[in-house]
């Protein structure tokens, strides 16, 4: 079984649900070079990346978007470790994966905090606002685009 933590909103449509949830699948089984047991859907489609910028006018860190590649981000565990990676598809509404990338080379470990300080791995008791779905790694396999 493979948990599948959503850190965001589950779509109402089914259809939307299930292309999403394969897309994830797909840029975790990409990544993963044996059985993955915990990944955590983090947004769906966007097309733009959350980037730290340091100029010489300004020794502050600063926070901000850029354009990027229609594509999702998601996040899988090993142990108390888990990496993230994109998911890059040919534009909005199209949940086929194409090409992924993995965006730090070490996996990082699940009490990493995010620019704001929250974790970006949920801890246990699980916020309420994300819901936690067990799946059959088959059924997964399922939802990949051929």
């Not at 959503?6 to 994830?24: M, N, Q, V, Y």
């Not at 006018?57 to 108390?80: L, M």
Request: proline share 5%.
């Amino acid at each position: 079984m493979v948990e599948v933590i959503w850190k965001i909103r589950i779509p109402s449509d089914e259809s939307h649900a299930t292309a999403l949830l394969g897309a994830h699948w797909k840029t975790v089984t990409d990544n993963q070079s044996s059985g993955c047991n915990s990944i955590l859907i983090r947004s769906d489609l966007h097309n733009s990346t959350r980037m730290t910028f340091q100029t010489s006018r300004c020794p502050v860190r600063e926070v901000g978007y850029i354009k990027d590649e229609w594509h999702i981000t998601t996040s899988f565990r090993n142990g108390n470790e888990f990496t993230t990676a994109h998911g890059y598809t040919a534009g909005k509404g199209n949940y086929d994966v194409h090409r992924t990338t993995v965006t730090c080379p070490m996996p990082a470990p699940i009490t990493t905090t995010g620019q704001k300080g929250s974790r970006v791995w949920p801890t246990e008791p699980l916020d309420p606002t994300y819901t936690r779905r067990m799946y059959h790694e088959s059924y997964l396999d399922s939802l990949i685009c051929k």
